[in-house]
């Protein structure tokens, strides 16, 4: 079946802070999103790959290339204003329906190739395959009042990327207006009245949100290096 990979990388990176997005900072010398690409290249070099930036950053994605001789075939679509927007961009932007497509943030370098690989094969099979992990810390909600109760952590799943789908259901998903509480692909794809199926992530996979994240991702990107 036909493989398509939507990298999002659209946001601006406000938490970070930094002079430019995030997601052209680099980590082991060389922009986060390079390694991201390099993983679903090496998964599959077939893989049709989709890259989703602000149009204004075409320029600078393009010098990067030529600076970091960066060669893994790709298609350049332009960003939307939030998350949603750019990932239906990415998803309008394939024109076939046939096939699978996985969904990650440009911010994940750090995806095991185990992760993509079950992804692709379990989406095959039951239409969607959503990457997540068990939480290590204890976990309170708050009720707004001063007050706070336990809840089971063994309830609760920490959500990833990538979030791979069949093609054809996931264009029809994206098809509904914006809202608030699609945070992610399964939740837009879930409002069809679809059940979304859980794989399991890796906890290295992380969305390099704030500069404390960025030490461990050069912590990351040098052990996986040496290996
Ligand atoms: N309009 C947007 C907003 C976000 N994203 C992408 O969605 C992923 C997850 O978003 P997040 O980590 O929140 O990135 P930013 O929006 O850049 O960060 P911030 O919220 O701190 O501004 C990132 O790869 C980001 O580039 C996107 O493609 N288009
Ligand atoms: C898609 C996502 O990375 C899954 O955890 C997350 O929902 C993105 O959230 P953000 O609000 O864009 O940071």
């Not at 096939?99 to 994940?108: K, M, T, Y």
């Not at 993509?116 to 707004?144: F, P, Q, T």
């Not at 069809?192 to 912590?219: C, H, R």
Request: hydrophobic share 35%; aromatic share 10%.
């Amino acid at each position: 079946m036909k493989k398509f990979g939507i990298i999002v990388a659209g946001g601006n990176g406000t938490r970070m802070g930094a002079s430019i997005p995030k997601q052209y900072l680099e980590i082991g010398g060389e922009p986060i999103l390079m390694h991201t690409m390099k993983a679903f290249f090496q998964y599959d070099p077939t893989i049709n790959l989709i890259l989703v930036i602000p149009v204004s950053d075409f320029p600078l994605w393009n010098s990067l290339c030529d600076k970091f001789d960066f060669k893994i075939p790709h298609q350049l679509v332009k960003g939307g204003q939030s998350r949603f927007q750019s990932v239906r961009n990415g998803l309008n932007s394939i024109l076939s329906t046939a096939g699978l497509v996985a969904i990650h943030d440009g911010v994940r370098p750090f995806v095991n190739q185990s992760v993509i690989s079950r992804s692709y094969e379990e989406a095959a099979k039951k239409g969607s395959a959503i990457a997540v992990i068990n939480l290590k810390d204890s976990i309170r909600k708050i009720s707004g009042d001063g007050k706070s109760n336990f809840q089971d952590r063994q309830d609760f799943r920490l959500v990833q990327t990538p979030q791979t789908f069949q093609l054809e259901k996931i264009k029809k998903a994206f098809e509904v207006p914006e809202s608030k509480q699609f945070t992610d692909d399964a939740t837009v794809y879930e409002q069809q009245g679809w059940q979304v199926n859980l794989i399991e992530g890796n906890p290295e996979n992380i969305k390099i949100t704030s500069p404390e994240d960025m030490d461990y991702a050069e912590f990351l990107v040098n052990r996986n290096n040496k290996a």
